[in-house]
């Protein structure tokens, strides 16, 4: 537990003391909710479960373009 301890209070102590470094992350942290929330819902549909109603169906067809080749 002694580790975790110290290791906590580097990065806290770390993170205490940032001045720009701060607006950096927070830059950071908007980017990745960009990325992998908005993107996602408007340019990533999930065309599996719309176009399959069945867990089977889905995997069956996952199945047959994993396997056949053209």
């Not at 770390?14 to 950096?24: A, D, E, L, P, R």
């Amino acid at each position: 537990m002694k580790i975790v301890n110290r290791i906590f209070s580097f990065y806290y102590q770390g993170f205490k003391n940032m001045t720009w470094g701060k607006s950096v992350w927070v830059i950071i942290l908007v980017k990745l909710f960009i990325f992998f929330f908005i993107l996602k819902i408007f340019f990533f549909p999930n065309i599996l479960k719309t176009n399959f109603s069945s867990d089977e169906e889905r995997s069956s067809h996952v199945l047959e373009n994993l396997t056949n080749s053209k």
